[in-house]
T-cell receptor
Framework: EPEVTQTPSHQVTQMGQEVILRCVPISNHLYFYWYRQILGQKVEFLVSFYNNEISEKSEIFDDQFSVERPDGSNFTLKIRSTKLEDSAMYFC???????????FGEGSRLTVL | AQSVSQHNHHVILSEAASLELGCNYSYGGTVNLFWYVQYPGQHLQLLLKYFSGDPLVKGIKGFEAEFIKSKFSFNLRKPSVQWSDTAEYFCAVNANNAGNMLTFGGGTRLMVKP
């Protein structure tokens, strides 16, 4: 069964460092997303991406965040200068079309020290 | 703005007990509703979804949910749980004017005792 894959599964970084989280969505999917879940809190929407551009973003997704689909297969989330409060599980997701099922990856746990 | 509430944070049941997990949302317009499950150490998986039509929706693994528009609710049910249903369950809503964004509830952690 096709699946969304994410790397790394866990990353520990120092505050102020740049982090790139990588995702390989399912190959025929067209809509891509990042969500995050701070420990003990809700899963929160960060950003959606379609047709090589951001289609929506939340208030969380400030100038420190960026997304890219550099090569037609990877979908990356970059945090330019990490803060302690960026520590969370980051989930990538993708779907075929506007009404399709959203498939999630297993998540990347980011710990900022 | 849309929001989703799951009132039960932790539920402990014995095998064969019936399950009902509450989900309420706040949005007055048309919504699409989802239940996701996250088994220990795994990713979020879709259990079932409601877009339109019959408000009683059947999903995988014997789960069902009923959309009651007047109560803004989409409760998840299963008549007889199994130990393998131990997981965290998330209700999620997409309002039609919210584009592709899903708003999740806080999750309910279910433990089924063998």
């Amino acid at each position: 069964e096709p699946e969304v894959t994410q790397t790394p599964s866990h990353q520990v970084t120092q505050m102020g460092q740049e982090v790139i989280l990588r995702c390989v969505p399912i190959s025929n999917h067209l809509y891509f997303y990042w969500y995050r879940q701070i420990l003990g809190q809700k899963v929160e929407f960060l950003v959606s991406f379609y047709n090589n551009e951001i289609s929506e973003k939340s208030e969380i997704f400030d100038d420190q965040f960026s997304v890219e689909r550099p090569d037609g297969s990877n979908f990356t989330l970059k945090i330019r200068s990490t803060k302690l409060e960026d520590s969370a599980m980051y989930f990538c997701a993708s779907k075929t079309d506007h009404t399709g099922e959203l498939f999630f990856g297993e998540g990347s746990r980011l710990t900022v020290l | 703005a849309q929001s989703v509430s799951q009132h039960n944070h932790h539920v402990i049941l014995s095998e064969a007990a019936s399950l009902e997990l509450g989900c309420n949302y706040s949005y007055g317009g048309t919504v699409n509703l989802f239940w996701y499950v996250q088994y220990p150490g795994q990713h979020l998986q879709l259990l079932l979804k409601y877009f339109s039509g019959d408000p009683l929706v059947k999903g995988i693994k014997g789960f069902e949910a009923e959309f009651i528009k007047s109560k803004f609710s989409f409760n998840l049910r299963k008549p007889s749980v199994q130990w393998s249903d131990t997981a965290e369950y998330f209700c999620a809503v997409n309002a039609n004017n919210a584009g592709n964004m899903l708003t999740f509830g806080g999750g309910t952690r279910l433990m089924v005792k063998p």
